[in-house]
Nanobody, 120 residues
Framework: QVQLVESGGGLVQAGGSLTLSCAAS????????MGWYRQGPGNQRELVAG???????NYADSAKGRFAISRDNAKNTVYLQMNSLKPEDTAVYYC??????????????WGRGTQVTVSS
């Protein structure tokens, strides 16, 4: 029973910064990819940033130059540092991880989400 728990969301003014955290727990053998997705009202869920176990990183075009993703494998935690925030960044942010359990099952796990609201 692997679970992900996000934290760090909140209300911030345009141009400000927030850091999101996501911690994985359970019977985990390894975590391959960890990533952040977001979904605004009436919008589809979209990838914001992802990071592989070897450190390979990719960003959505809207995040490049403003956001930074990192992970701490010892803590099974992924972070998203968000700078120069815009009202368009307002969304629920979800953590995702591709996990292999100690019983050698591999599947994607989703967190419940954390709200980020950027005011103008």
């Amino acid at each position: 029973q692997v679970q992900l728990v996000e934290s760090g969301g909140g209300l911030v003014q345009a141009g400000g910064s927030l850091t999101l955290s996501c911690a994985a727990s359970g019977r985990i053998l390894s975590i391959n990819v960890m990533g952040w997705y977001r979904q605004g009202p009436g919008n589809q869920r979209e990838l914001v940033a992802g990071i592989g176990s070897g450190g390979r990183i990719n960003y959505a075009d809207s995040a490049k130059g403003r956001f930074a993703i990192s992970r701490d494998n010892a803590k099974n935690t992924v972070y998203l540092q968000m700078n120069s925030l815009k009202p368009e960044d307002t969304a629920v942010y979800y953590c995702n991880a591709r996990v292999t359990t100690t019983s050698f099952q591999t599947y994607d796990v989703w967190g419940r989400g954390t709200q980020v609201t950027v005011s103008s």
